[in-house]
């Protein structure tokens, strides 16, 4: 377990990481936007759509590590109203919606990426399922976060 734990915890932080990279990038690029658009009068559009895509991608991979630190949404009010092994079945019962939500996310986010394949970023000339593949990606690299997360639960650890 001890080795599947590590492997969950290099996912989460390879993702966050990559995740903090591209947000960096997309911001550049916003930058370089102002800056040709108001200083030199001729906007580079292309910047504007790659940091759109690319702030679509960092939201989507760093929710591994959200799910992982505990920054999602929790309901601690209703688990503070039941004994502590309530408390521990509403862990799993969310964490099993939760798992079968990415599962969700990662069917349609396939489906959907398959279904524009054919259509190009004009701006970019590139597949337009290129951004649609952050959904299924991201979902799938939260699945380590989550289960990291519930484990501390588990062991009484939160």
Avoid: C
């Amino acid at each position: 377990m001890n080795r599947l734990t590590r492997a969950g915890d290099v996912i989460v932080a390879l993702a966050h990481n990559l995740a903090a990279l591209l947000l960096a990038a997309a911001t550049l690029l916003v930058f370089i936007q102002v800056v040709t658009r108001f200083v030199l009068g001729d906007a580079a559009v292309w910047s504007e759509v790659l940091a759109r895509g690319l702030i679509v991608w960092s939201t989507f991979l760093a929710a591994g590590a959200g799910f992982k630190l505990g920054a999602m949404i929790p309901i601690d009010f209703l688990r503070s109203l039941l004994p502590e092994r309530g408390q521990l079945w509403v862990i799993r019962l969310v964490t099993l919606l939760t798992l079968i939500f990415l599962g969700v996310l990662v069917w349609y986010g396939l489906a959907m990426a398959d279904r524009v394949s054919s259509q190009r970023v004009a701006m970019l000339d590139m597949p337009m399922s290129v951004f649609y593949y952050a959904i299924p990606v991201g979902a799938l690299l939260a699945v380590p976060g989550l289960m990291l997360r519930h484990l501390q639960a588990e062991r009484g650890e939160l």
